[in-house]
């Protein structure tokens, strides 16, 4: 019998095996695997470094400094300053020698908002010996903002289904992110269906920890046909930018993280997608 660990904080997990991690998670225990270094996720795209960006780092905009003095060549003279022929010039109402005290006004950010949608190619999954439902194919991707939530909506062709047909199969959706442009995947939200519904993980690759199920701060319901994921933007370190892909696969369960998996990923080829887009 393997060795059960009911902690949550995990060093680069083997997630090619996320299903079963996320449906041993609703008992709170994870196995932990063998290997000292897993083997790398079969989905993981492999993102270029974007040095050719223009674009801030995120969570690092730059903003005008309204404290620094501005000066209007064409203003009149103002209080507790002298004119041309040495008299001090004085504002209307008010008594020489005297200056007004400015009252500080208060300035809130405004609450960030930005999206970004993906379309991919239709019926372009992988082709299997046994046959894989229409939804086994990636249609959209869309990931929106507002303020400190995040909204991951993914689209399946034919829509996305309440539950895995059978008890043999199941289907994980990955999203990664990297929010430096540096090419490393810093977060994944994952998304697992089996026969009683939709399950989820997150993994911080920053800090070498992974969350399932109600342990990741996630919630996942079908909506409108899609898959769709609402959590906390501070699960992406709160970025207003950064880079993203998505990859599926839908298989039985001893076929996860090989290539007799029907896959997709949108955008294709390991191709990073931009947010905002």
């Known amino acids: 019998m393997p060795f059960v660990s009911c902690s949550t904080t995990l ?5 090619a095996h996320v299903a079963a991690l996320i449906l041993l998670a609703t008992a709170a225990c994870v196995p932990i695997g063998r290997e000292t270094e897993p083997e790398p996720a079969q989905l993981e795209p492999e993102f270029a470094p974007d040095s050719g960006s223009s674009d801030p780092t995120p969570g690092d905009q730059t903003t005008a400094n309204s404290d ?6 064409s203003a009149g003279p103002t209080a507790g300053t002298t004119d041309a022929g040495g008299t001090e010039a004085v504002t209307p109402g008010e008594s020489p020698g005297t200056s007004p005290t400015a009252s500080p006004s208060p300035t809130t950010a405004a609450p960030f908002r930005g999206s970004a949608t993906v379309t991919d190619a239709p019926s372009d999954r992988s082709a299997t010996l046994e046959p894989s439902p229409d939804w086994a194919d990636l249609e959209t991707i869309r990931i929106q903002r507002d303020d400190a939530t995040m909204t991951l909506a993914i689209g399946l062709s034919g829509g996305a289904p309440e539950t895995a047909p059978n008890d043999t199969h199941t ?41 399932f199920a109600d ?23 709160s970025a207003e930018r950064f880079r993203f892909a998505t990859a599926s696969e839908y298989g039985r369960y001893e076929t996860i993280g090989t290539d007799l998996m029907a896959r997709d990923d949108a955008p294709d080829n390991d191709q990073p997608a931009r947010f905002p887009g």
Not at 68 to 73: L, M, N, Y
Not at 215 to 236: G, H, R, S
């Open 11 to 15: 060093t680069r997990p083997r997630r």
């Open 68 to 73: 620094e003095p501005t000066t209007d060549p």
């Open 171 to 211: 289907m994980n959706i990955a999203t990664f992110f990297d929010v430096d442009g540096d090419g490393f995947i810093d977060y994944e939200i994952w998304a697992n269906v089996n026969d009683s519904g939709w399950g989820t993980a997150y993994y911080d690759n920053v800090e070498g920890k992974a969350e």
């Open 215 to 237: 342990q990741d701060d996630i919630e996942v319901e079908v909506v409108d046909a899609a898959v769709v994921m609402t959590f906390p933007a501070n699960k992406l370190a």
